[in-house]
């Protein structure tokens, strides 16, 4: 199983721009999963996160700007991300829990990161 980041790229503050982490391989479905996001000289942090009830939490400087979600019809995690700012610059990575079998069980997979440039 791989994940596979895409959608990165160079935007305009106040732009939009959508991550998305596909997953490959034999999957059931993507139980739960993150987004997380490494500026150069700072350390990983957790951006948003989707629980595998359904609720969504995210970093307070990013709430009310993007949205995490996922289609397990694609077996793909999304990261809408609007009105981005310069600060939001920095390499995203996508994080899965997903349920594999049977026998069913949880495996965690990362992907690799996806640069997003934000120019002032």
């Known amino acids: 199983v791989q994940l596979q980041a895409s959608g990165g790229g160079l935007v305009q503050a106040g732009g939009s721009l959508r991550l998305s982490c596909a997953a490959s391989?034999?999957?059931?479905?993507?139980?739960?999963g993150g987004w997380y996001r490494q500026a150069p000289g700072k350390q990983r942090e957790l951006v948003a996160a989707l629980s595998s009830g359904g609720s969504t939490d995210y970093t307070d400087s990013v709430k009310g700007r993007f949205t995490i979600s996922k289609d397990n019809a694609v077996n793909t995690l999304y990261l809408q991300m609007n009105s981005l700012k310069p600060e939001d610059t920095a390499v995203y990575y996508c994080n899965a829990e997903v349920i594999r079998g049977p026998p069913f069980r949880r495996y965690d997979y990362w992907g690799q990161g996806t640069l997003v440039t934000v120019s002032s």
């Open positions: 391989g034999s999957i059931f479905s993507i139980n739960a």
